[in-house]
């Protein structure tokens, strides 16, 4: 994923694929470290968010 405004972490819902992304450690233009978690899974933020995300509640927005 080729990025032009650096953020050190980008996180995705992917409604289609009942996923999440975590994008991280951006580095030329590019994040180095891209995990995807089903909903429903316990997600890490890396820093500086640095928690865990509870994502089961995602389920239900599921179309």
Sequence with gaps: ???RLIHPVHLLV???ND?????SEPKDGMYQQRPS???GATVPLPD???FALDTDRLKDFVR
């Excluded at 996923?19 to 994008?23: A, C, G, K, Q």
């Design 1 to 3: 994923m080729t990025v």
């Design 14 to 16: 992917d409604r289609d």
């Design 37 to 39: 978690y089903p909903f």
């Design 48 to 50: 500086p968010v640095g």
């Design 19 to 23: 996923t999440v992304t975590v994008s």
